[in-house]
């Protein structure tokens, strides 16, 4: 990801809330800070840190190096697996960083394909790194397959057996997202006609959040290896791939920004300008790019997100608040706490239901 500056200064409304200048930390799914200090204290097992604690210190150490020195991080997994273990290896990300969202992916992709073992390595995820570890192991195990075949068998996949025991349809549909991708070879269109043939309310909207976050990530580490990326326009794919803005905006709205090097200010401003769903999702995807500032300063949320018309502000702060309370749901509710009138009770269910709940009340602005 890329180093956000947040500019968002509306004294007009807030006279006694002085927001300018505020600069974000850089926001990325790869950064290792210092060895046990983690970012935040909630990790999301039961049994988190365990495994870690009780690993060969030399083990641990080279794991580590290897692990910061690495451009790819899954031939480092790979290596581990057998010695250090999953759990372990999970243990250590949620130390370094509990979102440790892009690591986990590829963590989960490794397990399974060591193991070949869907329910064993759906089990040994668990829901760490804010189910990431999952995700990674569902695109793995679809990912390689007939494109009919995952259609066909999507729904019923997510509703059924170990993934249904663990986690959220919605949670389920979001990893199918990325396998779609991965087995049409980043072919948008098709992956979101793939998203299509989920049968139940919602699901084909939190598949369209798993290919557009696919596609982000993709972007990002062509960057890492170097090559120049094109986008066909600004808010590419948004502009072009519209059946689901909001996924597509809360998952572009960072490569959107750190492009045209766009602060918070510009980016309402551009979403401000758009029309329908395209603005609803834009500024869905403005509360997600700054979850994380918002997080550190709760202050933040109300001139980030009272901006626009109602809606408008919906999709805002539910793109702050969903995942900020999928790791951490005390702190969202201190966020929401910060708001006034309406807003704070569509904030505190956001933060209640977190991600990928099916039936919300506002689903019908997401598609």
């Avoid at 390595?121 to 668990?126: D, F, K, N, W």
């Avoid at 299509?196 to 960057?223: H, I, K, S, W």
Wanted: proline share 4%; glycine share 8%; hydrophobic share 40%.
């Amino acid at each position: 990801m890329h180093a956000l500056q947040l500019h968002v200064v509306v004294a007009m409304l807030f006279a006694s809330l002085a927001v300018s200048a505020v600069s974000a930390a850089p926001h990325s799914d790869h950064q290792h800070p210092p060895e046990g200090q983690a970012n935040d204290a909630r990790v999301t097992r039961a049994d988190a840190g365990v495994a870690w604690a009780d690993a060969d210190a030399g083990l641990k150490a080279k794991f580590t190096a290897a692990f910061r020195a690495a451009k790819n991080v899954r031939p480092v997994f790979e290596q581990y697996l057998d010695t250090l273990g999953v759990r372990a290896m999970l243990d250590f990300l949620e130390i370094e960083d509990p979102r440790c969202h892009g690591d986990a992916h590829e963590l989960g992709k490794a397990l399974y394909a060591s193991n070949r073992d869907l329910g064993k390595s759906l089990m040994l995820c668990g829901d760490g790194c804010t189910n990431a570890c999952m995700h990674g192991v569902v695109s793995e195990a679809f990912g390689g397959r007939d494109y009919e075949a995952v259609v066909s068998e999507m729904s019923a996949f997510c509703t059924e057996g170990e993934i249904a025991r663990l986690h959220k349809p919605g949670n389920c549909a979001h990893g199918m997202g990325h396998a779609l991708m991965l087995l049409t070879r980043h072919d948008l269109g098709r992956s979101i006609e793939g998203c299509e043939r989920f049968t139940a309310p919602g699901m084909d909207y939190y598949c369209a959040t798993g290919v557009f976050m696919e596609y982000r990530d993709e972007l990002d580490n062509q960057r890492a290896a170097g090559k120049t990326v094109h986008r066909d326009s600004q808010l590419y794919p948004c502009d072009t791939y519209t059946r689901y803005p909001a996924a597509c905006y809360r998952y572009l709205m960072s490569t959107i920004s750190a492009e045209r090097d766009l602060d918070g200010s510009q980016l309402i401003d551009l979403c401000l300008a758009l029309a329908d769903r395209q603005r609803l999702g834009c500024f869905h995807g403005l509360g997600a790019v700054y979850s994380r500032d918002v997080a550190d300063n709760p202050a933040l949320l109300a001139p980030l997100c009272l901006r626009g018309g109602p809606q408008d502000q919906i999709m805002c702060i539910e793109g702050v608040i969903e995942k900020l309370a999928d790791f951490d749901e005390q702190r969202a509710i201190t966020v929401c706490n910060t708001l006034d009138g309406e807003n704070r009770p569509i904030c505190l269910v956001g933060a209640r239901d977190k991600m990928y709940q099916l039936d919300k009340a506002t689903m019908y602005l997401y598609r």
